[in-house]
T-cell receptor, first 117, second 111 residues
């Protein structure tokens, strides 16, 4: 498996500000990481696939200019929520893909709770 | 898009009872994964299934990958209070890089 950390674990910010969330793979070099969003009592929704050294691939309906993803190294991907609004309040979770290219075991971080006032 | 139909939506069982949940889809998957999520935490991988018909155990957990690659079940034997949480199935399509998640099964255990 892989050990994944996220920072911060929770953040409260004012509407209009930007928030950066870090996702680190502690024991595995991850060429691919994923960012998910989870609203209360709902399943995980994939936001984007983060590829080391290249641009992220965003899911339909996810604004790439609002959710900036940077995957500059094999152990770190960051998600920046720009000009956050209350509707962006959610639980953001990253994951690391391990295993052979044809298989896809993903190991998740502990999540970041974002609250926008 | 592809969907995984997970059932039941929730279960409230007595400690010591066995639990069974399943996921079905109209799509064929390359990989099936089962995760457990505790409140306020990220999902934890329980079991990964790769071969059609594969039956895999992890302690009190047993999961099987359907022969058609369109379904999977997860059984928990002799449930205990710490089994409480939300269980998600997730599948990867052939040639794909992403996981599709089921809606989750909420498990509550009465001690």
């Amino acid at each position: 498996g892989a050990v994944v950390s996220q920072h911060p674990s929770w953040v409260i910010c004012k509407s209009g500000t930007s928030v950066k969330i870090e996702c680190r793979s502690l024991d595995f070099q991850a060429t691919t990481m994923f960012w998910y969003r989870q609203f209360p009592k709902q399943s995980l929704m994939l936001m984007a696939t983060s590829n080391e050294g290249s641009k992220a691939t965003y899911e339909q309906g996810v604004e790439k200019d609002k959710f900036l993803i940077n995957h500059a190294s094999l152990t770190l991907s960051t998600l920046t929520v720009t000009s956050a609004h209350p509707e962006d309040s959610s639980f953001y979770i990253c994951s690391v893909k391990v295993g052979r290219p044809s298989y896809n075991e993903q190991f998740f971080g502990p999540g970041t709770r974002l609250t926008v006032l | 898009g592809q969907q995984l139909n997970q059932s039941p939506q929730s279960m409230f069982i007595q400690e010591g009872e066995d639990v069974s949940m399943n996921c079905t889809s109209s799509s064929i998957f390359n990989t099936w994964l089962w995760y457990k999520q505790d409140p306020g935490e990220g999902p934890v991988l329980l079991i990964a299934l790769y071969k059609a018909g594969e039956l895999t155990s992890n302690g009190r957990l047993t999961a099987q990958f359907g022969i058609t690659r369109k379904d999977s079940f997860l059984n928990i034997s002799a449930s205990i209070p710490s089994d409480v949480g939300i269980y998600f199935c997730a599948g990867q399509l052939f040639g794909g890089n992403k996981l599709v998640f089921g809606a989750g099964t909420i498990l509550r255990v009465k001690s």
